[in-house]
């Protein structure tokens, strides 16, 4: 009674699916990522898995040519599943490297987090609390602890001890610095200073123009208006890199905040309103 | 209001974009304009259609089941740039509630509200970088130090650096707000600013 569908599923499946199957496994075995990892690594269980995957596609091969859909089949699921054992065997490497790396990158985030708290616990010089002292031990102990799971190859627990002195860590620098604003002043050293920093800022809205509002400046109308400051921008610019080149930084300074502030207008021009 | 609270998708696909960039954002961002440039999408040109958005998979049948960002985001406040939403806003009026940690539903997250104002020379006001708002979302490890030095002064930056997805832009212009809204970095008065 079921044999008339069964038998309409098989003949579909030989006609289409199963070549596009063959294929599919054939890339999975011999050319994908975790195939080629497994032709590098120098572990012989997963090398000797995949040549048994070979075997099966072999079979669902020779199967294929007697129109045998049903062996085609089983042949390909015992590919797959010989490589997929083989994958997991080199998996677990892939694994281990990523725990390695995500040990090493939080170990270090953590040695510039216990820096700061040093020195702003030394900043605070009224208000001293022994506590502050006694976190920055803390998670030097266990930073030791994370590292000494870490060399045997424990890396788990290495992990789990470095987060732990992480939110420690954490919950006493939000102490220190909760509420507070620091203000990064700006000062330059020299006029030469100024002028390369005059040079990113000219540069910035250039840049506006050549990113965010590339598309209006297409527009042909639009265009031609905002051609006539920017071109008064580049002989500006021009100018002031010709007066910087005669060390006269203090004018270069001046003419370049001029071609800027015509920059600015071009942007205007497009519809963003940038002050300046 | 709407107080609807909406699980949604994309905070999850922001977690893992942003794994993404702490490997690769950095290196590939200087030769590479195209990644920042894709949040400046004119309203327009926009289409958020899950098939289209180049990071689920058109072939697959499942894609209808999901919720179009279009519906999960119609009552979240909006924004004029990104994806067109101020997740500041939705987050602080609560209504969304992201998982701080993926694997542990019960953490919180322990935000630090600690500003520090960066000079700006000319008529742009200066930029204030808020703890507060970056702490909500993220560790400190994803920033400390990888991205910054946690020492005022010690990342010198420019704008141009920031469009190029470098620093700030690592996220911004990518997994958060663009850097076309320069008035949400661009934030304090030349006059307010506290010595």
Redesign the interface.
């Given at each position: 009674m079921a044999d008339e569908p069964r038998r309409i599923i098989t003949a579909d499946a030989s006609k289409l699916g199963v070549g596009q199957n063959i294929g599919f496994v054939e890339k999975l075995i011999h050319e994908s990522a975790a195939a080629k990892q497994i032709l590098k690594s120098d572990n012989p269980e997963a090398r000797a898995f995949q040549e048994k995957a070979i075997m099966h596609l072999d079979e669902a091969r020779a199967a294929e040519k007697q129109g045998n859909a049903e062996a085609v089949a089983k042949a390909l699921n015992k590919a797959k599943l010989a490589i997929f054992m083989g994958m997991r065997l080199v998996g677990g490497k892939v694994v281990k490297d990523k725990k390695q790396e995500n040990y090493n990158?939080?170990r270090?985030?953590?040695e510039?987090?216990l820096?700061?708290h040093k020195?702003i616990r030394k900043e605070n010089e009224s208000g001293q609390d022994s506590r502050d002292a006694e976190v920055e031990t803390h998670t030097q102990k266990r930073m030791q602890e994370a590292q000494a799971y870490y060399d045997k190859g424990e890396l788990i627990k290495a992990g789990d001890v470095l987060n732990n002195a992480?939110l420690s860590l954490?919950?006493s620098?939000?102490k220190l610095?909760?509420?507070?604003?620091?203000?990064?002043?700006?000062h330059f050293e020299t006029r030469e200073d100024e002028y390369r920093?005059?040079l990113?800022?000219n540069?910035?809205h250039n840049?506006?123009i050549n990113?965010?509002l590339k598309?209006k400046r297409e527009d042909p109308r639009l265009g031609k208006l905002m051609d006539i400051p920017l071109k008064e921008a580049d002989k500006l610019r021009t100018e002031a890199e010709q007066q910087a080149g005669s060390e006269n930084y203090e004018a270069a300074i001046k003419t370049l905040?001029e071609s800027?502030k015509h920059i600015i207008r071009a942007i205007r021009m497009a519809g963003?309103f940038?002050?300046? | 209001m709407n107080k609807r609270q909406i699980t949604i998708t994309s905070l999850t696909l922001f977690a893992v974009a942003l794994t993404a960039l702490m490997g690769v954002g950095v290196v590939n961002a200087a030769g590479n304009?195209n990644p920042?440039?894709r949040l400046?999408v004119?309203p327009k040109e926009r289409d958020t259609a899950l098939k289209n958005d180049k990071i689920h998979d058109p072939s697959v049948p499942g894609l209808k089941l999901l919720q179009q960002p279009k519906e999960a985001f119609a009552p979240l406040p909006g924004s004029i740039g990104g994806n067109y939403i101020n997740w500041v806003q939705a987050l602080n009026k609560g209504l969304i509630k992201p998982h701080f940690d993926h694997l542990d539903a019960s953490k919180e997250a322990?935000?630090?509200?600690?500003?520090?104002?960066?000079?700006?020379?000319?008529?742009?006001?200066n930029v204030a970088f808020p703890?507060k708002e970056h702490t909500v979302w993220l560790e400190?490890?994803n920033c400390?130090?990888?991205i910054f030095?946690?020492?005022?002064?010690a990342n010198p930056m420019?704008?141009?650096e920031i469009?190029l997805g470098q620093k700030c832009g690592v996220c911004h212009g990518s997994v958060a707000f663009p850097?076309?809204e320069?008035r949400r970095c661009h934030t304090e008065s030349k006059k307010t600013?506290?010595?």
């Open positions: 990158k939080k270090h985030s953590l510039s987090l820096a700061a020195r992480y954490k919950l620098l939000v610095r909760d509420g507070k604003t620091l203000v990064r002043s700006l920093y005059e990113r800022r540069d910035t840049m506006l990113t965010v598309k905040e800027t963003i940038i002050p300046g | 304009p920042f440039n400046f004119p322990l935000s630090m509200d600690l500003v520090i104002v960066m000079e700006v020379k000319g008529s742009m006001p703890h400190c490890t400390h130090d990888s030095k946690p020492l005022k002064g420019s704008m141009a469009m850097v076309t320069c600013a506290k010595k």
